[in-house]
C-alpha cells in the first residue's frame, strides 16, 4: 500500500517552460516532505524540502507547495533547463519516527531543448 | 571526494552466495541507512543506525545483516542470496536520525543474483 504516490511516471518539457511534479500522500502523520533528483547510474541527492507547518518552500528554480488538506504536494521547476532532466523522487517523513523515508515511485522528466 | 561511497558498484553473484556491500561516509553524520530499490522502481528503507546502533529495521530476511563497526561506516551482509535480492542498493548517510536536511546518498550497488 503506497503511502507516497507519484501517479506520473514520466513528464515531457520544453526548455524554458515550468515543470510541475506532483505527489499525493495518504498519511496525515507525515510532517516533512522532501524532494530527491537523480541521474542514472548516480544515488538520489537532495533538492528541496518543506516542513507541514508551512505550505510553500522556494529555493532558486525550485518551488516545493504543500496543500494538506488535499494531501498533496508539487514541485515547480522555473525556466526548466535541460540539466533538469532526471526522476524525481518525493519521499515523506513520520512524526515522530526515527527517520523512515517514505518515497514515491519517482517521475521521470524530459526537458527538450 | 565522495561524500557516501559503496563498493562494489556492480555485483554479479550465483543463488546461494554470500556477498557484502561496503559503505563509507566522510560527512562526519551520526546516521547511516540502507535502502534498495528494486525493479518496481520504489526506494524502501531496509536498516537504519545511529552512532553505531541499529534504529531502524524494517521487515528484511535474516539474510540481511548490517554490521557498522563505527558511525563512518555501514556495511550489508547477505546470506544464501536469493533472486528475488536483485536490486540496486543505496547507503545514505544524514545529520540527525530524522533526516533533516535530507539524506545523502551513495550511487548505489546494483546486485544481480543469476
Known amino acids: 500500500d503506497q503511502q507516497v504516490k507519484q501517479n506520473s511516471p514520466s513528464l515531457s518539457v520544453q526548455e524554458g517552460r515550468i515543470s510541475i511534479l506532483n505527489c499525493d500522500y495518504t498519511n496525515s502523520m507525515f510532517d516533512y516532505f522532501l524532494w530527491y533528483k537523480k541521474y542514472p547510474a548516480e544515488g538520489p541527492t537532495f533538492l528541496i524540502s518543506?516542513?507541514?507547518?508551512?505550505d510553500k518552500n522556494e529555493d532558486g528554480r525550485f518551488t516545493v507547495f504543500l496543500n494538506k488538506s488535499a494531501k498533496h504536494l508539487s514541485l515547480h521547476i522555473v525556466p526548466s533547463q535541460p540539466g533538469d532532466s532526471a526522476v524525481y523522487f518525493c519521499a515523506a517523513r513520520e512524526g515522530g519516527s526515527q527517520g523512515n523515508l517514505i518515497f514515491g515511485k519517482g517521475t521521470k522528466l524530459s526537458v527538450k531543448p | 571526494d565522495t561524500a557516501v561511497s559503496q563498493t562494489p558498484k556492480y555485483l554479479v553473484t550465483q543463488m546461494g552466495n554470500d556477498k557484502s556491500i561496503k559503505c563509507e561516509q566522510n560527512?562526519?553524520?551520526?546516521?547511516m541507512y540502507w535502502y534498495k530499490q528494486d525493479s518496481k522502481k520504489f526506494l524502501k528503507i531496509m536498516f537504519s543506525y545511529n552512532n553505531k546502533e541499529l534504529i531502524i529495521n524494517e521487515t528484511v530476511p535474516n539474510r540481511f545483516s548490517p554490521k557498522s563497526p563505527d558511525k563512518a561506516h555501514l556495511n550489508l551482509h547477505i546470506n544464501s542470496l536469493e533472486l528475488g535480492d536483485s536490486a540496486v542498493y543505496f547507503c545514505?548517510?544524514?545529520?540527525?536520525?530524522?533526516?533533516?536536511?535530507?539524506?545523502?546518498f551513495g550511487e548505489g550497488s546494483r546486485l544481480t543474483v543469476l
Open positions: 545514505a548517510s544524514s545529520q540527525a536520525p530524522a533526516g533533516f536536511g535530507g539524506l545523502f
Open positions: 518543506i516542513s507541514s507547518i508551512k
Open positions: 560527512l562526519g553524520h551520526d546516521t
